[in-house]
């Protein structure tokens, strides 16, 4: 109860300094109005969802998803509306001051706020605000095939061309559009890799979300298979169950599912690849994440079988599991492919000039392509969506990689 009274205060609080923005900026009444009624409603859906709305056990549903996307794009508006008055609200007081202390007049009044300032802080909020429904209703589905061509001196010559396609954190719970998905699955078999690899994340907690979309997924193809591995969402932590046991069922049911659909799921451990008599080994490992995410994944255990001179492609759907053990094992590991980030859905790229997100504070590796040592990793943005129901200037990716021998001249 106590959080949710913070809240409220906190909330009525930015609303009431956004609307001093609406009454400097505007003529209009009724738009000091019409923020209100949508602020109560947002606020509103917001409290039912999370307290009433959903029966137990169900977290980052839709409805609540929505709520919270919703929420999220009124707080920001308000937030940057706020630093405007605030900034301007300083120099009034100061200049309060200096005529109470220093002027003529020896009075206390502050200047009227300027309608001009008002205006510029409402018209620069309303661009993240627009934004992020933006991404709520159009974003999330703006699917964007990556193309990359990475280069070894030591790919073995039969794969000189070999193509991959990479999926990662589908978060079957989280979709609401089959139309937009099924063009989706199309794109990915549009591409005719040779391999297809999915890095995590099938679902948001239960393996029955993707019950609905087990058909659709089931038509994804490539000549040498379909590949998997575990994301941390996939083993249920987020979620209260009746029992341990229950728990355990929900993954081996997840398990049993990716099966069904065509994938090879590797749980701490490889297959190889080949053709034309060469090979090169497909590693996958649980998932392995920094912090207080689950550490299920044994890179020793999953490499058992693998040589040290084959040519390797490491599937860790956590990023933070690259720096933290696999640079740092005795054996070269050519390309590690990830996901997770989903560059926080939120961001701004411009190729070859800039790609920023939030998320770069917690995840060195955020998206796209990085070397260490020789080593490289792909981190994937996602496929699906989770918590804030959209995404904007951060697409959901498809990845096609292509495997090149690098020229000797």
Do not use: C
Request: aromatic share 14%.
């Amino acid at each position: 109860m106590l959080r949710w009274i913070i809240f409220l205060i906190f909330y009525v609080a930015i609303g009431f300094y956004t609307l001093q923005a609406l009454k400097t900026a505007t003529r209009y009444p009724w738009l000091q109005y019409l923020f209100i009624l949508v602020a109560v409603l947002v606020a509103g859906n917001f409290i039912y969802q999370f307290t009433m709305g959903e029966e137990p056990g169900r977290v980052l549903s839709r409805p609540k998803s929505y709520a919270f996307g919703l929420l999220l794009a009124m707080i920001t508006f308000q937030i940057i509306t706020i630093f405007f008055l605030f900034s301007e609200d300083i120099f009034r007081l100061l200049s309060a001051m200096y005529h109470k202390l220093l002027g003529s007049s020896k009075e206390f009044s502050l200047p009227q706020r300027r309608r001009f300032l008002s205006l510029l802080g409402l018209g620069i909020a309303s661009l993240p605000f627009g934004a992020l429904l933006f991404g709520m209703i159009k974003g999330k589905y703006n699917f964007k095939v990556l193309n990359y061509t990475m280069e070894y001196d030591d790919l073995p010559d039969a794969f000189d061309g070999y193509q991959i396609t990479q999926i990662s954190d589908v978060h079957s719970g989280s979709f609401d559009d089959r139309e937009k998905v099924a063009y989706a699955i199309d794109l990915v078999n549009q591409q005719r890799s040779d391999v297809l690899l999915f890095t995590g994340d099938m679902v948001n907690n239960k393996s029955e979300e993707m019950h609905p979309w087990k058909e659709m997924f089931s038509r994804l193809k490539a000549k040498d298979g379909k590949f998997s591995v575990l994301g941390n969402h996939d083993y249920g932590d987020y979620v209260a169950w009746d029992s341990k046991e229950a728990k355990m069922q929900n993954l081996e049911d997840l398990k049993i599912l990716q099966e069904e659909m065509g994938f090879d799921l590797l749980l701490n451990e490889s297959r190889f690849l080949e053709k034309d008599g060469q090979r090169i080994a497909l590693i996958g490992v649980e998932n392995w994440g920094k912090g207080g995410f689950i550490k299920a994944g044994d890179l020793q255990k999953a490499k058992v079988g693998v040589a040290k001179e084959d040519f390797k492609i490491l599937m860790s759907h956590d990023p933070s599991h690259w720096e933290e053990e696999v640079l740092p094992d005795d054996y070269h590991f050519h390309l590690t492919l990830s996901g997770h980030t989903h560059g926080m859905q939120f961001g701004i790229e411009i190729p070859g000039w800039i790609k920023w997100s939030p998320v770069k504070w917690r995840y060195k590796q955020w998206a796209g392509i990085y070397e260490e040592m020789g080593q490289f990793i792909n981190v994937n943005r996602g496929f699906g969506f989770i918590g804030y129901p959209g995404r904007f200037g951060i697409w959901p990716e498809i990845t096609v990689i292509t495997l090149k021998k690098k020229s000797l001249t």
